[in-house]
């Protein structure tokens, strides 16, 4: 059987595992997002690259540039579910650390 993290405290609005769970599918989600633009770029350019050859045409330079932009475009998306599954996790522990603090509180003893 799994044990739920359930707390006694009415005023707790998530399962803290779901939370859990969450944020290890959005640091999942971004390396998928980042493989599926690095895969694109490295597909574009290889495209570019060999029509040039073959159609023995100049290279196309701007698209090439271009497309670096497009991977730095999934870097950024990669690195801002990174930081929003980071903050998660630390929004979590706020939260940990003030009912915490709030039990110390009502009883010195424990």
């Known amino acids: 059987?799994?044990?739920?993290?359930?707390?006694?405290?009415?005023?707790?609005?998530?399962?803290?595992?779901?939370?859990?769970r969450l944020e290890r599918w959005v640091r999942i989600l971004a390396w998928a997002i980042?493989?599926?633009?690095?895969?694109?770029?490295?597909?574009?350019?290889y495209q570019n690259v060999m029509n040039a050859w073959v159609g023995n045409f100049p290279l196309d330079y701007y698209f090439v540039f271009s497309n670096l932009f497009r991977v730095l475009q999934g870097t950024m998306v990669f690195a801002?579910?990174?930081?929003?599954?980071?903050?998660?996790?630390i929004l979590l522990d706020i939260e940990d650390n003030t009912r915490r603090a709030?039990?110390?509180?009502?009883?010195?003893?424990?």
């Open 102 to 110: 709030a039990r110390m509180k009502g009883n010195p003893d424990s």
């Open 34 to 45: 980042l493989a599926a633009y690095i895969f694109e770029g490295g597909y574009n350019a």
């Open 1 to 20: 059987m799994e044990q739920k993290s359930r707390t006694n405290f009415a005023g707790t609005y998530f399962d803290k595992s779901a939370v859990l």
């Open 80 to 89: 801002i579910l990174q930081v929003a599954a980071k903050m998660v996790l």
